[in-house]
């Protein structure tokens, strides 16, 4: 199946561009109209609702006292992969411990410093208290997805990590689901999903705890209640469709690149694979490449959507050019299959995940390579970053003054308040002093 092919100049980079970008652009009002009612209906009647909207939704009869997973049910489910699928589980350990280790680096410590004054100033660094990770159940379990939310969480310290995933129509979750929560280190699991997940862990319920914080994908609704219950709690961002951006010189394998496209295609039919491609020749092997891999690819339907709407091959006279469309599109992935990628990559501002060389395909890091896959989409690379450890802290300033430091420094506080018109700020400081202003 045939996707479009581009002609890119630095003229019509902008025009392209936006064509680009438009996927996606839809009239999110009778979304947000079914979501905001999910989400005020958890918030009056807790567990019932939730309940309620999982037999409609899931079609799993579930009540409060088995909506939490038990210890059985995780000794279950890595009995039931050690017995199916032990190299699965092999595996997914691995990558844990990729994705732990990568995390780790990204620890925050907080500090104390003493000023000219005599005072000491600072910063506290502690996790949040209570995180919230949602894992769509969908056409396929997303065990890679459960590790790289839920580690970032325990590697800063989070003491309790609540997760939630669409039960199966007998009320069980996924083996493998399971098995990936125990390992990244969520404390307790739910049986919960769509947007009721979300309104739950935005406000608790009797049986889920809220939470300070939602990370995790989603279809629309889950995605619009994120953005509904932001401010009362946090989330990780506002996400859309995946994406990724190919740069593409003469060093590059058309078969590599081909592949690489359809790997982004197949996520679901908004998933955008634009190729920027050095040279109309090697543009037209690659448009090819993937036109004949995408015949004899599985998930022909996501595929199609994806090929037809949302994914170019398009034909640039420079890498330079290539980058500068690159920017302004500012992908979830950026591969840089190009001879000097390291080069290529001090040119490169806007992106959630970069890949250098023609052997770090984007699956590697979805998978296993350790930073996390969780990434801004729609062009947000240009001010949101990836999950990542940071994420589940909070910052506390500290201020310590003692009498002489303030003595200090009163008057200048109390000529600053004054300009403002604030002079109950002034006097807060000045009434320390009354015996020298007398």
Not at 61 to 82: C, D, G, H, K, N
Not at 161 to 181: E, H, K, M, Q, Y
Not at 238 to 250: K, L, Q
């Amino acid at each position: 199946m045939k996707c479009r092919f581009v002609k890119g100049t630095k003229d019509n980079l902008k025009e392209v561009c936006d064509e680009l970008g438009a996927r996606g652009k839809m009239d999110l009002g009778p979304v947000i109209s079914v979501v905001q009612g999910v989400l005020d209906d958890i918030k009056t009647r807790g567990d019932e609702a939730v309940l309620e909207y999982t037999a409609k939704f899931d079609k799993a009869a579930l009540t409060s006292a088995t909506m939490r997973v038990t210890p059985e049910e995780i000794r279950s489910a890595y009995e039931s992969l050690e017995k199916e699928d032990p190299e699965l589980l092999r595996v997914m350990k691995k990558a844990a411990e990729n994705i732990r280790v990568f995390h780790e680096k990204q620890r925050e410590e907080g500090f104390m410093m003493d000023t000219a004054e005599g005072s000491k100033i600072g910063v506290r660094v502690r996790p949040i208290t209570v995180a919230g990770v949602y894992v769509p159940g969908g056409t396929a379990p997303l065990p890679s997805t459960v590790l790289m939310d839920v580690i970032p969480a325990s590697v800063a310290g989070v003491p309790r990590i609540v997760f939630c995933t669409p039960p199966r129509a007998d009320g069980s979750i996924a083996p493998v689901i399971l098995a990936a929560a125990d390992i990244a280190g969520a404390t307790e699991i739910y049986k919960v999903g769509g947007a009721q997940a979300i309104a739950a862990m935005a406000y608790g319920t009797e049986t889920i705890p809220r939470v300070d914080k939602i990370c995790g994908p989603g279809n629309i609704y889950v995605n619009t209640a994120k953005r509904l219950v932001f401010g009362q709690v946090d989330i990780d961002m506002f996400a859309g469709p995946s994406e990724v951006v190919i740069i593409a010189d003469e060093s590059s394998n058309p078969e590599y690149v081909a592949a690489d496209m359809l790997a982004q295609a197949e996520h679901d039919k908004l998933a955008s694979a634009i190729v920027l491609a050095k040279g109309e020749d090697l543009a037209v092997k690659i448009w090819e490449a993937a036109d004949r891999r995408s015949d004899a690819a599985d998930r022909q339907a996501q595929l199609q959507g994806s090929m037809e709407n949302y994914c170019s091959v398009i034909s640039v006279d420079s890498v330079d050019t290539a980058v500068a469309f690159s920017e302004e599109l500012a992908p979830e992935h950026l591969e840089l299959c190009v001879s000097e990628p390291e080069e290529v990559l001090k040119k490169i501002n806007n992106a959630g995940a970069v890949f250098l060389g023609n052997f770090s395909p984007e699956p590697l890091g979805d998978y296993f390579a350790g930073p996390n896959h969780t990434l801004p989409t729609s062009g947000t690379a240009r001010f949101f970053s990836p999950l990542n450890t940071g994420d589940f802290y909070k910052k506390m300033s500290v201020i310590n003054y003692n009498e002489e430091s303030l003595r200090n420094v009163y008057k200048d506080v109390a000529k600053f308040a004054r300009s403002e018109g604030l002079t109950c700020h002034a006097a807060s400081i000045e009434s320390r002093f009354e015996d020298i202003n007398e």
